[in-house]
């Protein structure tokens, strides 16, 4: 939930700064759906560096629950 709502604060305090590479509404969302998915799956290519600690420092770790484990059929149903 931390992540689905960082998105959010992030995206918002990047529009309330105009900065010119603000996300939309869709990419935000997008990124909250299939970049959570991502991250979970411990890949953070997708993460935003502010949102996702691990992004800028691969020496941390992701906690447990994730979906590295999981099925292909489990990670769709999340």
Request: net charge negative; charged share 20%; hydrophobic share 30%.
């Amino acid at each position: 939930m931390r992540y689905f709502n960082s998105c959010i604060f992030s995206a918002g305090l990047q529009k309330k700064n105009n900065q010119n590479d603000a996300p939309s509404e869709e990419e935000t969302r997008h990124i909250q759906v299939e970049g959570l998915i991502q991250h979970l799956l411990d890949n953070h290519s997708m993460c935003w560096s502010d949102v996702c600690w691990i992004k800028d420092n691969s020496e941390l770790q992701l906690q447990n629950p994730t979906l590295k484990n999981c099925t292909q059929a489990e990670i769709e149903n999340f």
